[in-house]
């Protein structure tokens, strides 16, 4: 995989990545239901890293379920969205850019999400 191409095309995708999950009521639903699925996988605040977390949209509800949040991306166009669409949001984020290169996350975190 060309991962140059990969993140060329999602730093030029940021707010549409962003928007994606709320442009209808299918994307709407797919969300919420991901959301639902997650949850229940979810402890009391663990502390979790997003890798290929795109503009953060689910790093929003895992910090407001008081879950320390990791946002991970080849893509640092989406960190930088993501980082100034939260930053008048109280929750914080650790952002983490990283190439193609594999990043190993345990023993720090007690869930993954990918």
């Given at each position: ?7 060329k095309h ?8 962003w ?8 994307h709407r639903l ?15 605040a ?16 895992f ?7 990791t946002?991970?991306d ?6 930088s969205?993501a980082a ?16 193609r290169?594999h ?8 869930w993954?999400?990918?």
């Amino acid at each position: 995989m060309d991962c140059e191409k990969v993140r060329k095309h999602f730093n030029a995708a940021s707010r549409s990545e962003w928007e994606r999950l709320d442009a209808d009521e299918y994307h709407r639903l797919i969300y919420r239901l991901h959301l639902d699925f997650i949850k229940t996988e979810l402890s009391a605040a663990p502390r979790i890293p997003d890798a290929g977390c795109g503009s953060g949209r689910y790093a929003v509800e895992f910090a407001r379920r008081g879950c320390a949040v990791t946002l991970c991306d080849i893509s640092d166009g989406e960190l930088s969205f993501a980082a100034d669409t939260n930053s008048k949001s109280t929750y914080r984020f650790d952002l983490l850019f990283h190439t193609r290169h594999h990043v190993k996350f345990r023993p720090r975190f007690e869930w993954e999400l990918v």
